[in-house]
T-cell receptor, first 114, second 111 residues
Framework: DSGVTQTPKHLITATGQRVTLRCSPR?????VYWYQQSLDQGLQFLIQ???????AKGNILERFSAQQFPDLHSELNLSSLELGDSALYFC?????????????FGEGSWLTVV | GENVEQHPSTLSVQEGDSAVIKCTYS??????FPWYKQELGKGPQLIID?????GEKKDQRIAVTLNKTAKHFSLHITETQPEDSAVYFC??????????FGTGTSLTVIP
């Protein structure tokens, strides 16, 4: 158990809908990362927050947004969902964002868009 | 930006044999290289990492080597066991903000 908690574990929704994925980082971790993993694909970096502020952005679609709250939990919002958004979404956390910093992954949220 | 390539994409070995997975990176400034193991339906789990000031690191049956000049690093698993079967990802990081992952290697250990 990495200590990173993600909810929900599984989610099935229809095209055009909006969902919110939630992540609680490890105790003491200030940095949160979101990754997308599609079937047979690697880990695609979406976005990173550090202590409430956005610090790095990857291949995140405009239909997707995220935020990190004062209690350090983070939410990833996915809107106008398309079939191609079906994937496993991972949250990871780390203490800081310095070089040589280790990140720890949660178990992921399986999103199926039908 | 950084580009990490990982080979092979699939690897099958007999139980007890060694497995080697190789990664190359493009940004010579990258200085941290973790390896993750992902079992089916689970999140990636850190198994070993190496920093750029070190050439080799071992942890029981797992070792990682880094060649900064050639910009490649490798994961070595000795005396493989069926429970080593999983997908393995390498990654490279410079700033701690972004981690660039390889495309993964599906390792199967045949009993």
């Amino acid at each position: 158990d990495s200590g990173v908690t993600q909810t929900p574990k599984h989610l099935i929704t229809a095209t055009g809908q909006r969902v919110t994925l939630r992540c609680s980082p490890r105790s003491g971790d200030l940095s949160v990362y979101w990754y997308q993993q599609s079937l047979d694909q690697g880990l695609q970096f979406l976005i990173q927050y550090y202590n409430g502020e956005e610090r790095a952005k990857g291949n995140i679609l405009e239909r997707f947004s995220a935020q990190q709250f004062p209690d350090l939990h983070s939410e990833l919002n996915l809107s106008s969902l398309e079939l191609g958004d079906s994937a496993l979404y991972f949250c990871a956390s780390s203490v800081e964002q310095v070089p040589g910093n280790t990140i720890y992954f949660g178990e992921g949220s399986w999103l199926t868009v039908v | 930006g950084e580009n990490v390539e990982q080979h092979p994409s699939t690897l099958s070995v007999q139980e007890g044999d060694s497995a080697v997975i190789k990664c190359t990176y493009s940004d010579s400034a990258s200085n941290y290289f973790p390896w993750y193991k992902q079992e089916l339906g689970k999140g990636p789990q850190l198994i070993i990492d190496i920093r750029s000031n070190v050439g080799e690191k071992k942890d029981q049956r797992i070792a990682v080597t880094l060649n900064k000049t050639a910009k490649h690093f490798s994961l070595h698993i000795t005396e493989t066991q069926p429970e080593d079967s999983a997908v393995y990802f390498c990654a490279a990081s410079l700033t701690g903000n972004q981690f660039y992952f390889g495309t993964g290697t599906s390792l199967t250990v045949i009993p």
